[in-house]
């Protein structure tokens, strides 16, 4: 059963870092895609940043990049988000999330809050 889970969210002011994490568990994720949607209050879920899980192919979405860096760390099997230069509208809450390339099949940490205040 795949399993993930975040953690590392929380409050940083507008210009701050912070880092969350997604420990993975209950397969072979080198034919998976991982990476983060977040969804601020009423908006939809929207896609930040993805990495190919071998090879560390990664995409950003416009909004994020060069502000924040998405990477793994095989041995603990855990994908991290860097966020830099945090604004305001970074105000949301973050989900992991793995995907297969083959299969196609999703599965969804339970989310985690990151709040900037300004």
């Known amino acids: 059963q795949v399993q993930l889970v975040e953690s590392g969210g929380g409050l940083a002011q507008a210009g701050g870092s912070l880092r969350l994490s997604c420990a993975v568990s209950?397969?072979?994720?080198?034919?998976?895609?991982m990476g983060w949607y977040r969804q601020a209050p009423g908006k939809e879920r929207a896609f930040v940043a993805s990495?190919?899980?071998?090879?560390?192919?990664?995409g950003y979405a416009d909004s994020v990049k060069g502000r924040f860096t998405i990477s793994r760390d095989n041995a603990k099997n855990t994908v991290y988000l860097q966020m830099n230069s945090l604004e305001a509208e970074d105000t949301a809450i973050y989900y992991c999330?793995?995907?297969?390339?083959?299969?196609?099949?999703?599965?969804w940490g339970q989310g985690a809050q990151v709040t900037v205040s300004s």
């Open positions: 999330y793995a995907e297969g390339l083959v299969t196609r099949r999703q599965y």
């Open positions: 209950g397969s072979t994720f080198s034919s998976y895609r």
């Open positions: 990495i190919i899980w071998s090879g560390g192919v990664t």
